[in-house]
Structures are given as C-alpha cells and as structure tokens.
C-alpha cells in the first residue's frame, strides 16, 4: 500500500499533470485543479496504472477551500511528502503600458498572493522531510510579458527565501528549471513557434523527477 502524499497544485493540464501521472506510482496523489473533467481524466490514467488518487476540484485562489484542503490532509494522512505546485495563471501578452487591469489582478492573485497563502498551511504538513518543488520560468523583464514575468518572478522569488530558511531544517525546497514544453500555455505565447522542438511534458516530468536528491 503506497504511503507518501503527493499535493499537486495546478494537476488538471500541463505539467501538472504530467508530474502527477509520473509521482502515481509511488505516491497517493492529491490533486488539485478547476477543470473536473480534466482531473477525472488523469483520475483515468492514474487508475489504469494501478494508483490511486484524491480529487480535489477547487480555485488555488480560494483560501477557505484551500485551507479546508489542508486540515483534510492532515486528519487523514497527516502529512504531504511533497508538494508540486504548478498552478499558474499566464494573461495575454501586453505592453506594460496596456496591461488590462483584471489580467494584472488575477496574475497576482493566483502566481504570487495564493502561493504565500499555501507556504504557510503547507509547511507544517511537510515537516522536516518533505519536499516543495517550484517552477521557474525566466520571463520577467522581457517585452510584453509584464503581468506573467512580473508575478512569476515575485513566486520564485518566495519560494527562494523559504528554501534558503529552510536549508538546515527542512522542508527541502526545489526551485525546477523546465525546458520549453509542449503545451498550451506555450503555444499561447509562442504561437508560431515549431512545436516538433518542444519537449513533451510528460518527458520533462520524468527528467525533472530524476534530478531531484
């Protein structure tokens, strides 16, 4: 019977999902994400590998749910082994000087406000042993990214100060660099871009997996 815990934030498309389908075999996955349908699909594909899962349909956004989520885990398993949190919100690209107010507001509310709500109700689950992996994606400062680059760049610069206080103590912080994928979020940015050089998201998951300690 599979013992670990594995939180994925963000699993119903993406690498989400492909780092949930990947941890299934050796984790119990909880998997958080808005779209049920999609989370009833990777519940298919878990299933069909012999894991099993928790589904768990809900706004990253929404405090309550989330820390509803968390008193949940702890009262039946009583920790998370490791947290993946890919939940991202990624606007229109825009000029700084045209940003529509709502893309701003949701990119801070979902990339940085709901990641420094979840640290705190996260924490004490994974004790000193667990692991918390972030995603990088390096696009701050570049041109029209500014909602997107500016959020993502405040998350990961959270999730930095927390795996520097914790390098001793634990939880194990891991700050992930993924390569250029193969998904809908890339072809949104990117949109003439040739897709046969991307890598797929479930490759990338496997890499990423194996690189950490």
């Known amino acids: 019977m599979i013992d670990r815990i594995a939180l994925i934030t963000g699993a119903s498309r993406g690498l989400g999902f492909?780092?949930?389908?990947?941890?299934?075999?050796?984790?119990?996955?909880?998997?958080?994400?808005?779209?049920?349908?999609?989370?009833e699909e990777l519940d298919d594909r878990i299933q069909?590998?012999?894991?099993?899962?928790?589904?768990?349909?809900?706004?990253?956004t929404n405090v309550d749910a989330m820390?509803?989520?968390?008193?949940?885990?702890?009262?039946?398993?009583?920790?998370?082994?490791?947290?993946?949190?890919?939940?991202?919100?990624?606007?229109?690209?825009?000029?700084?000087?045209?940003m529509d107010e709502n893309?701003?507001?949701k990119s801070v509310d979902v990339n940085v406000t709901a990641s420094g709500r979840l640290i705190p109700f996260l924490a004490p689950l994974l004790g000193e042993t667990g692991?918390?992996?972030?995603?990088?994606?390096?696009?701050?400062?570049?041109?029209?990214?500014?909602?997107?680059?500016?959020?993502?760049?405040?998350?990961?610069?959270?999730?930095?100060?927390?795996?520097?206080?914790?390098?001793?103590?634990?939880p194990h912080v891991h700050i992930l660099a993924p390569k250029p994928?193969?998904?809908?979020t890339r072809a949104r940015f990117f949109p003439g871009e040739d897709r046969a050089e991307l890598v797929s998201a479930t490759d990338e998951a496997r890499r990423l997996l194996a690189t950490l300690d």
């Open 181 to 184: 994928m193969s998904t809908n």
């Open 48 to 60: 069909a590998k012999g894991g099993q899962a928790t589904l768990a349909p809900m706004d990253i």
């Open 103 to 105: 893309d701003w507001q």
């Open 131 to 170: 692991q918390a992996l972030f995603f990088d994606d390096p696009h701050g400062g570049e041109k029209f990214f500014g909602a997107y680059g500016a959020s993502k760049a405040a998350q990961i610069a959270l999730a930095r100060s927390w795996q520097a206080e914790t390098a001793r103590t634990g």
């Open 18 to 39: 492909a780092m949930a389908a990947a941890l299934a075999d050796t984790h119990h996955i909880v998997a958080v994400g808005r779209t049920t349908g999609a989370l």
């Open 67 to 98: 820390r509803q989520l968390c008193r949940s885990i702890h009262d039946r398993w009583g920790k998370v082994d490791m947290w993946v949190h890919t939940a991202v919100h990624a606007p229109p690209l825009a000029p700084a000087g045209q």
